[in-house]
Structures are given as structure tokens and as C-alpha cells.
């Protein structure tokens, strides 16, 4: 077992060395001499030349990707344009709070988008399921920016019990500004999961299985919790990886409309400042926490399916 | 003689029945699907008002566009929803609804577009993967999961930052970006198509690869992949709505449904309507391509046939 | 011998969208004490309707049993609430299913399947139950270290082992088996029916044998009824029936069967399809498909006639016609 857990974070790490080489050479294309930023525009041709050299701006790609990467393993995500700062400094603290609003968007659309499904499938053709099934038809096809906005408009502006923006600290402060943006940011990937689960729970009522339990003269609710949804947990799961990247991309929208001081943000803010090194670290960040994730799931498929965890058992052998 | 005459003439003709009856079949499958048909009745509709804008910027060169929907009249600034403006006005007194029929084109054409580049771009990939197998097959898709290790909309974003904010960038980010699903869907769906009987038929008289490929599996794994295109026009309009409100995408003054959306939280609490309309009609055309897509789905998939 | 289960004038439909289906018509059974009852008909039947039926789990919408009553020890089963119900299937009325692939929870240890049916019935501790699992798996032939592992693990006959071990576990008083070979190579198939043999001889369980195939019912039912289009067209003592076929139908399906010995050059197969569920003829169902027919039997549906001893016949000619060779 646990060779397959190091064999897979093995296939992960040219994945990741993939991405950033990705990410890499399309802010290459970038117009813009950073040095001459740097400078200002009166300084002259000289002081230039010598600060790109100084900066290895002269060397050729693969050395400059090398040391890109060389630093990052190192912790040294590059300096801004902006403010001449340590990038690493400005990011660590706005991942930490991308990955608060993320995770709790992605606990909301579990806790109700899996109840939610699973009733709606047990009680198929219901009023309840004909609604659930509208409701997450529009969910899913609404644009994250829009719902934020109009929970705005309903809870701080005409309600006025949350605040409409910003990240409190504290409690009950971080819960009362956090449940807005994650709500917001959530919405997409609840319905989704809603549908999912109810799609999967749908196929395994249809199984010989299930007879074969209610055969036994089992409950009903037994049944429901031993049997059906241990086995429609395993497409869901995917679902829940795959949501989780555009989690990540949605939220860069989200922590506009609320002013969250998160990553998503920091990316907007620097492409308006043109700020290269800042785009490039923030985007390479998210990509390796996105991969993270998968690989997470990924190697949670083997502990909920024994097929699969027996698959990787017997390579051993 | 004539026995063999007749064999062949009634073979012909079994032919052709078949033939309009399987795309017959589809639509009227299609048909019966009270949802689908909702969904494409308002892209029949969108697409309608795509034309007519359309046409009449350019029998007018643009004048009406011009002083509806571009010019300010601050007099009308943020006027409610009433009789003479039946959405109310933006902030610079022009007509919302105007604006947002006006929009129209830029999410259909755009959303349209960007799924097509993303298509032709995948597409090939994904079939000489699924088709050949093997180490091309690994090695395409190695690549593809780096792409795909990327969140789609960063991906994008980090496109349009260096490539530049204009309209060709962002169909070129959108494009890219989302070309790596694509060529997962035609892969899978050449694969399933590729073990079938008639592909190995075709061989044994041999048919060169391309004439394969072009001929046999492109037609018969076209099902699926035209349902994923139709599925992911919703999205490719979200993402185009996402980019522009952050301010990546179509630029104002231009009526784009996401940069009408831009400012209007500044004027959240005295003119909700420019908050609440423009994602309306988001939402509706996104709902109505999966409505759509849906139905294609059911109706293209001989296995769910009741 | 004791009538443990006797179903009486079962009928049972299915609504669906498009119509009704006619699944089970006025179905009258018996079954005693320890024998083996083989039900055969061929798909469409309602063999498995029938089989869902009397264990009450068909999906009631769509399904609907319409009239009619399943007697077990006297105790109509159709009208006992749903946790008396509940006690009865696994304890005292048990049922395996057709096909062992599909039969067993993937994701389930398969000695916690065992257990989970004898935990289900009996008071005991988890413990205990597990002791008393092993002893079942040991019981059907398989070691019971096995217990540990998950279904993927077990070949088709294993699995249908493990299925007939839950299905025992609690000792039921009747086991109703649907088609348990059917999937399962010959070789196969005659060790899972020996083993079936020893467990009844064991348990003294009363069994139906649903099946479609004739050489399982002579080898292993001491009774038969043979179902067609959701009727009992004959039924009575499996030796008695196979001497002497008194229904067209059965002639037919004995008739069908390829011999060895024979020198007949084309097989003789009974033309034409079972009726449209959906829409029965008003007539006998088989008329379309029988070589005996004549036109009374297109308007006038035949009742069960008594032939003899414990045989019936639901045929116009029942007395009259016996095993024709073609």
C-alpha cells in the first residue's frame, strides 16, 4: 500500500514539472522588459544591460526555467514588479486564505449536495426531486460573480446581517464574513454534486445487490447507509476532485466581489500592474495545490474501493 | 438474372430508409423531450436576436448601436425598470435592455468560438491518441495532464496577462486552455468506436489509416463529442462573462453581459436591476445549451432508448 | 407433508407509462415441507415476478399486486406490515438471485455479508456472528479464511456459493432459488446443485427452483409447474409430468430439446413469441404458438383441468392429448 502512495506521488512530480514549465513559458510571451521596469524609463540602455545581466535575463530559457524551479524548491517565488518585494512573503499569507474560503466551499457543497442527491433519488418523481433538479439546473448554469452578487444584494444590503465584503479575523467575525463568499463560491460545484450523487445513488438502487440485502429483510435506512451509498460514493468522489480546480478558478472571481484577501485577488491586482513574477508564482502555487488535491483523491479512491486498493496490492507481488 | 436485380434494388432502397430514419429517429426522439425542446426554442430565440442586432448595425453602420447603447444620457442615469425602459438604465443613463440584447453576440459568438478552437485544436490529438494507442497515446496524454493540472480559468487568465486584453487573446486563451478535455472525450469516444467490427472490416480491404479515420470513426464517434461541444458552449459563455467582469475579457463601453455586470456593484443598493438582469439572461442561455445538450445526449444514445 | 407456502389467485400488474403489464395471473401454488418445486418458463414469463412477489419486494410503483394471497404457515404475507415482513425474509423465507456477478455488495467483505444476514434475525453479538458465518462459508465449500476478502476476489461459482451461505445463514424455512446456475458454467452448475442438494437434505428446506432448463428440474424437483405468460399452464409431480405432458406447451419444450440419439436432421423449436404482456389475447396465450389449436381456444381461455393424482393442465385438451414425438 504504501508503495503505491510514493508510486503515485512519483507520477505526480513531472506532472507538476509539466505545469510550471507550462505556466512558465506563456508569461514568456509577455511583453515588457523587466529590468527597464525596474529602472524606470529614464534610465539609460547601460544600467539596463547591466541589471539583466545582474537578473540572468540574458541566459538563455531552459537556464532561466531551471532556476525558476531551483527557487521555488527553495521557497523563493521571485520578486515583484509592483513593490519590489519577496513574493513568497505576499503570497503564503493570501494561499493560507484562498485555502480557507476554497476548503469551506467545497464542505458546504458535501454536507448539503450529498444529503440533498441522496433524497432525491430515493424519493424520485417527488415534488421534492422535480425541485431539487430545477434548483441545481440553475445553479450550476449561473455565473459565480452574478450569485455573489445577488446574495449580496439580499443579505447585507436588504437584510443587512452579513457583512457584504472583506475577511474578518477572530471569532465569530471569520465565520460571519466567510459564509457569504463561501456560499457564493460554492454554489457551483453543491449542484453539481447534488446531481451527481443522485445520478449515481439512482444506478445503485437499480442493482442486483440491493435485492439481495432486502432480501436478507433489512431496513430500509440499513440498506440506504451499508449498501447504496457506500457504493455511490465512488463517482462522487471524482466529481469532488475535478471541482476542486475550478474551485480554485472560481475563486479568484469570488474574492473580487467580497474583497477576500486571497490569492485569486493578489493574481487580478497584479495583471492590472502587469506585475509578470507575481502572475507567474500565484498561477504555479494553484497549480500544485490543484494536483495536490487530485493526487489526494486519487489515492482516497484506493481506501473506498477494494478493487481498485486489491489492484494496487498485487503489483506488489 | 433477375432475381439478382431485384436483390439489389430493394437492398438500396432498405438503405435509404435506414438512413433517414436514424437521423429521423434522433430528432424525433429529440422532439419528445419536453425540456430539450425548451432549451432549443431559447437558443433559436438568442440566436434570432444575434441576427437582428447583427443586421442592424450594419444596415445602420451602427448608428442606432451607437447612440442606444454606447452614448450617455445622464439624464436616465439608474432609472428603474418602467414602461419606457423596461429593464431601467445603467449608470450612464443608457437602456439596459438594449444594452443586453446588444450583448448577446459577444457570449454566443464568443462561447461558440472558443469551444470550436478548443475542438480543433484537442480534437486531433484526442483521435491519433485513441486511434494509435501506445506509447502516442501515452505520451499525448501526458501532455494533456499538464494541462489539465492547471485550474482552466488560471490557465486563461495567465494567457490574456501576457498575451494582452483583446478579443483575439482571449479566444486564443480560451481556446487553449480548454483543448485538453477535449481531446480526452474524442480519445474515449475513438477507442469505444475503434475495437468495433466494421473499423476491422474496413482494414481487412485496406483502407489506409486516414481513410479510416476519416471515413469510418470521425462520423460514428462524432455522437458524444458533439454533445460534450454543446455542453461546454455554457461554459465557454460563463468563462467569457468571468474574464470580462474581472476586467480581462470584452471591454466596456462594449454591452458584454459580464462587463455590464462589472460596476454594477457599485450601484448595488440603489439599482439592483443592472446587478440582477444581465445575469439573468446569463444564466437562461447557459441553462438553455444544457437543456439542449441533454436532450442531444438522450436522443443520440441508442443505449438509453426506453 | 405440511403446505408451508400456498399462493392463491396471485395476480399481479405492473403500470408503466406505455400501459399495463399483465406480469401474473391468478397464479395457484403449494409447496410442502422439504420438497423441491421447480417453476420453469422461459424469459418474460414472470418467473421473477412471481419469486419478488412472495418475498414482497417488488417496487410498488410501478408494481401493484392486484389481488390474491401468499400463504406462508397460514399467514397471508401480502397483509402483515412491514416489519413483520422484514422478519420473515432472511429468517424464514430466503432468496438468491440470478446472476452471482452482480449479487454481492463490492464494496463489503464478503463474511460481513454472511454476518450482516444472521445479525439482522438473531440477538447475538458481532462476535458470535462471525463465528456462526465462518461455520456457513466452511458449510458451502469455502475456506473460511476467505471471509476477509471482497467479492472481486471469488469466481462466479464461489459468489454463488457465498450467495446460497447468506442465503441459509438463518436457516429459512423455504428458499426460493432463481435461476442459481444459469450463469455458471455445466461443471459448475452441477457442484452448486449438489451442494444445494446436501444443504436441503440438511436444513429440510422447502425450495423453489426457478429455472428454464428441463434436466435440473428432473434431477433435482420432486414437483414442477411450468409458467407461460404469467400463468400456471401445468403442474404436479415432476415424474408423473415428464411421462406424461399433458400441455402443449411442455410437449413443446420437451419436444425442443436436441437428443443425442436421435436421427432427426433440424431441431423442432416452438415457433413464434410469448404474447405483448401489455396486451394478452382474451383466448388461451398460447394459441398463437400451438399446434393444436382450433378456434375455441382463440376465444375462450382454458381453466386448469384435473388430469390425474397431483397433475393439472390448462388446456381444452388436456385429457386427451399426451407426449406427441413430431
Not at chain 2, 128 to 142: H, Q, S, T, V, W
Amino acid at each position: 500500500m504504501i508503495q503505491y502512495i510514493v508510486k503515485r506521488f512519483l507520477l505526480v512530480i513531472p506532472v507538476l514539472l509539466g505545469a510550471t514549465l507550462l505556466v512558465f513559458t506563456i508569461m514568456e510571451f509577455a511583453p515588457g522588459d523587466p529590468a527597464r521596469i525596474m529602472l524606470g524609463n529614464d534610465a539609460s540602455l547601460e544600467d539596463i544591460q547591466i541589471l539583466r545581466e545582474d537578473m540572468g535575463l540574458n541566459d538563455p530559457f531552459i537556464t532561466r526555467y531551471i532556476r525558476f524551479i531551483t527557487n521555488l524548491l527553495k521557497g523563493d517565488l521571485g520578486t515583484s514588479y509592483r513593490n519590489n518585494l519577496e513574493i513568497s512573503s505576499q503570497i503564503f499569507q493570501r494561499l493560507m486564505n484562498t485555502m480557507i474560503l476554497a476548503g469551506s466551499a467545497v464542505l458546504i457543497a458535501v454536507l448539503i449536495g450529498i444529503p440533498v442527491g441522496i433524497i432525491s433519488a430515493i424519493k424520485q418523481y417527488s415534488v421534492f426531486d422535480n425541485f431539487i433538479m430545477m434548483t441545481t439546473l440553475f445553479l450550476a448554469a449561473s455565473p459565480v460573480f452574478w450569485l455573489g452578487l445577488m446574495l449580496v444584494l439580499l443579505f447585507a444590503l436588504k437584510l443587512g446581517i452579513l457583512p457584504p465584503a472583506g475577511m474578518k479575523s477572530g471569532f465569530p467575525g471569520l465565520l460571519l464574513s466567510l459564509i457569504l463568499p463561501a456560499l457564493t463560491l460554492s454554489s457551483n460545484t453543491m449542484a453539481i454534486i447534488a446531481r451527481t450523487t443522485r445520478a449515481s445513488m439512482l444506478e445503485v438502487v437499480r442493482q442486483d445487490y440491493i435485492d439481495t440485502a432486502r432480501a436478507k429483510g433489512l431496513k430500509e435506512s440499513t440498506l440506504t447507509v451499508r449498501h447504496m451509498l457506500p457504493n455511490a460514493l465512488i463517482p462522487i468522489l471524482t466529481v469532488i476532485g475535478i471541482s476542486f480546480g475550478s474551485l480554485l478558478g472560481g475563486s479568484v472571481v469570488t474574492e473580487s466581489i467580497f474583497a477576500w484577501p486571497g490569492v485569486g485577488r493578489f493574481i487580478v491586482d497584479s495583471i492590472s500592474f502587469k506585475d509578470i513574477p507575481s502572475i507567474l508564482a500565484s498561477v504555479v502555487m494553484l497549480a500544485i495545490l490543484s494536483t495536490f488535491v487530485n493526487l489526494f483523491v486519487d489515492l482516497l479512491y484506493a481506501f473506498v474501493d477494494p478493487r481498485i486498493k486489491s489492484q494496487y496490492q498485487s503489483l506488489k507481488r | 438474372m433477375c432475381a439478382l436485380n431485384n436483390k439489389i434494388t430493394v437492398e438500396s432502397k432498405v438503405e435509404t430508409v435506414r438512413d433517414r430514419t436514424l437521423f429521423q429517429q434522433a430528432w424525433n426522439q429529440f422532439k419528445r423531450n419536453r425540456r430539450a425542446m425548451v432549451g432549443l426554442w431559447i437558443i433559436a430565440t438568442l440566436v434570432f436576436i444575434l441576427i437582428v442586432t447583427i443586421l442592424i448595425d450594419f444596415l445602420t453602420d451602427y448608428s442606432i448601436y451607437d447612440s442606444f447603447v454606447i452614448k450617455q444620457n445622464l439624464r436616465n442615469k439608474l432609472a428603474k425598470p418602467s414602461l419606457k425602459h423596461f429593464l431601467g438604465c445603467d449608470e450612464f443613463g443608457r437602456d439596459l435592455l438594449l444594452r443586453i440584447l446588444w450583448g448577446t453576440k459577444y457570449s454566443l459568438l464568443l462561447g461558440f468560438s472558443a469551444v470550436s478552437l478548443s475542438f480543433l485544436i484537442g480534437g486531433p490529438f484526442g483521435m491519433i491518441a485513441g486511434f494509435y494507442g501506445g506509447k502516442i497515446d501515452n505520451a499525448i496524454m501526458r501532455v494533456m495532464d499538464v494541462f489539465m493540472a492547471c485550474p482552466f480559468i488560471l490557465l486563461a487568465m495567465a494567457i490574456v496577462a501576457a498575451l494582452g486584453i483583446s478579443t483575439t487573446n482571449l479566444l486564443i486563451a480560451l481556446g487553449v486552455s480548454g483543448m485538453a478535455s477535449f481531446s480526452r472525450v474524442t480519445r474515449a469516444s475513438v477507442m469505444a468506436v475503434k475495437d468495433m467490427e466494421y473499423v476491422e472490416a474496413a482494414r481487412a480491404v485496406g483502407a489506409s489509416d486516414l481513410r479510416i479515420i476519416v471515413q469510418y470513426i470521425f462520423p460514428n464517434a462524432m455522437a458524444p463529442i458533439l454533445v460534450q461541444i454543446t455542453l461546454r458552449i455554457g461554459t465557454a459563455i460563463l468563462l467569457v462573462a468571468g474574464l470580462s467582469y474581472i476586467g480581462l475579457g470584452i471591454q466596456p463601453p462594449a454591452p458584454e453581459w459580464g462587463a455590464i455586470l462589472t460596476s454594477a456593484k457599485m450601484y448595488m443598493r440603489d439599482a439592483w436591476h443592472i446587478s440582477a438582469f444581465p445575469g439573468l439572461f446569463l444564466v437562461t442561455t447557459v441553462v438553455a445549451f444544457n437543456l439542449f445538450g441533454d436532450g442531444l445526449r438522450d436522443a443520440l444514445d441508442p443505449k438509453l432508448k426506453k | 407433508m405440511e403446505k408451508i407456502l400456498e399462493i392463491k389467485n396471485l395476480t399481479v400488474h405492473y403500470e408503466i407509462e406505455d400501459g399495463t403489464v399483465h406480469a401474473l395471473n391468478e397464479i395457484n401454488l403449494v409447496l410442502e415441507e422439504g420438497i423441491t418445486l421447480g417453476l420453469i418458463g422461459e424469459t418474460g414469463a414472470g418467473k421473477t415476478t412471481l419469486a419478488k412477489a412472495i418475498m414482497r419486494i417488488i417496487p410498488q410503483p410501478p408494481g401493484k399486486v392486484v389481488s390474491g394471497e401468499v400463504l406462508f404457515n397460514g399467514t397471508n404475507l401480502l397483509k402483515i406490515n412491514k416489519t413483520a415482513m422484514r422478519k420473515i425474509r432472511g429468517e424464514q423465507i430466503s432468496m438468491i438471485f440470478q446472476d452471482p456477478m452482480s449479487s454481492l455488495n463490492p464494496v463489503m467483505k464478503v463474511g460481513d455479508q454472511i454476518a450482516e444476514a444472521i445479525k439482522t434475525h438473531e440477538h447475538i453479538s458481532s462476535v458470535e456472528a462471525n463465528q456462526k458465518a465462518c461455520e456457513m462459508i466452511e458449510l458451502v465449500g469455502i475456506n473460511a479464511e476467505r471471509m476477509e476478502e471482497y467479492p472481486h476476489q471469488f469466481s462466479g461459482g464461489m459468489k454463488q456459493r457465498v450467495v446460497i451461505a447468506i442465503a441459509l445463514a438463518c436457516s429459512p424455512k423455504v428458499l426460493i432459488a432463481d435461476e442459481p446456475t444459469t450463469a455458471l458454467d455445466v461443471t459448475i452448475q452441477a457442484q452448486v446443485l449438489e451442494m444445494m442438494q446436501n444443504l436441503k437434505k440438511k436444513f429440510n428446506t422447502a425450495t423453489i427452483l426457478i429455472t428454464h432448463d428441463l434436466g435440473i428440474v428432473a434431477q433435482n424437483c420432486e414437483k414442477a409447474a411450468i409458467i407461460y405468460a404469467g400463468e400456471i399452464v401445468e403442474r404436479g409431480v415432476t415424474r408423473e409430468i415428464f411421462k406424461d405432458m399433458r400441455h402443449p406447451y411442455t410437449i413443446g419444450l420437451m419436444n425442443s430439446i436436441p437428443k443425442i440419439h436421435s436421427d432427426k436432421q433440424r431441431l423442432s423449436p416452438i415457433t413464434g413469441l410469448m404474447p405483448d404482456p401489455m396486451s394478452l389475447p382474451s383466448g388461451c396465450r398460447f394459441y398463437e404458438r400451438c399446434k393444436f389449436a382450433i378456434e375455441k381456444c382463440k376465444h375462450e381461455a382454458p381453466e386448469m383441468v384435473h388430469v390425474g393424482g397431483e397433475h393439472w393442465a390448462r388446456c381444452f385438451f388436456a385429457k386427451s392429448i399426451s407426449n406427441r414425438v413430431e
